[in-house]
Each structure stands twice: as structure tokens, then as C-alpha cells.
């Protein structure tokens, strides 16, 4: 089975959709050689395209993400950062969707004030942490250190996003990746504090 170039969020929700494609998938498919994807509603546009740009940046985030699971010290962290996955995975099959192709029951496929409440993490994770009175270097434990990088990714992939247009997306993804990034914060200083790391003041 061959599925033209797409975004591999689009790709998974394809299979989720329908049962009965899980066959499969070719991971090259020669449709992308001219420098040009698809959409999940099939419009080719550039590889360059900003929807295309947005996407991706939130593809990277979801990548980096999984190399900070890989490096925890405390594995408590983890089940909070793969639901990060599943939401990031979400979110960009929605940027891949200009038209709202994707059906309503795809539920997978879904940002929603439900999951914009969850990253509400950010206060049980204050809680442990101390009064943060000036700014700190990133840094740290590997873990720590790569969800400092995860939040300057999360900013880029916002600001791809703004740059789409207020009409060009729903409302709550630029909500769920803003509040994201705050979180991303947290999560660093308590993966530090965690690994005993030191959160040095600039």
C-alpha cells in the first residue's frame, strides 16, 4: 500500500479512520521529490508553505519531547510528557486540516478545552519548586536541560502558528501550545530540582 506524502499525523489518523488500511505503509512514496506535500485534504502545496513550517515545528517538539522521556532520572515525569505526544500528534494533524476534513468522530484527533485544563500540571508542579525571584540559565540534569530546549521549540511552533492567521486555526490550539510552553518551564526546573540539579541565576 502507497499513501501519498503527508504529514505522518495525517498518515496515522488515515489508519485510524478505517480499520481495514492497516496495512502496510511505504515510508517513501516519490510524491515529495519536487519539493511539494499534501495536505490532508489532498491540496499539494510547497514544502516551504507556512502550514507546512507550523507543522513541523510542532513535529520537532513532539520529537524532542521523546528524547527527554528517554533521559528522565524520574520516570514520574513520563506519563505526563507522552500524553504531551499524543496531544502534539493531535495537534498537528489539525494544522495538516485547512478544510476540517477530518471527521468529528476521530476523536484522537482532537485539541479541547479538557486537555488545555490538564496542563493545569503546571501548578502541582509549582508546588514543589521555590519562589522563582530571578531568571535562571538553562541547564542542568540532560533531562532538564532538553525541556529548556522543548519550551524554545514550543515557542517557535507557537508563533508559526500566530503567524497562520486567528481564522486559519481554532482557537484552542493557540491556547493549548501557549499554555504548553509555561509548562515545559515548570517541568524542567522540577526535573532539575528532582535530579538535584542546580538551577543557576543569571
Known sequence: MVIRERDSAAVALYLEADPANNEDVKIYTRTGDGGDTGLFDGTRVPKSDPRVAAYGDVDELNAWLGFVRASLADAALSPMLEQIQRDLFALGARLADPAHKIANRVTK???????????????????????????????????????????????????????????????????????????LFVMGRAANRRAGAAEPEW
Open 109 to 183: 484527533a482532537a485539541i479541547t478545552a479538557t486537555d488545555i485544563v490538564r496542563l493545569e500540571w503546571i501548578d502541582q508542579l509549582e508546588s514543589e519548586l521555590p519562589p522563582l525571584r530571578r531568571f535562571i540559565l538553562a541547564g542542568g540534569s540532560p533531562a532538564g536541560a532538553g525541556l529548556h530546549v522543548a519550551r524554545t521549540i514550543c515557542r517557535r511552533a507557537e508563533r508559526a502558528i500566530v503567524g497562520l492567521g486567528r481564522d486559519a486555526v481554532e482557537p484552542d490550539l493557540l491556547t493549548y501550545i501557549n499554555r504548553l510552553s509555561d509548562l
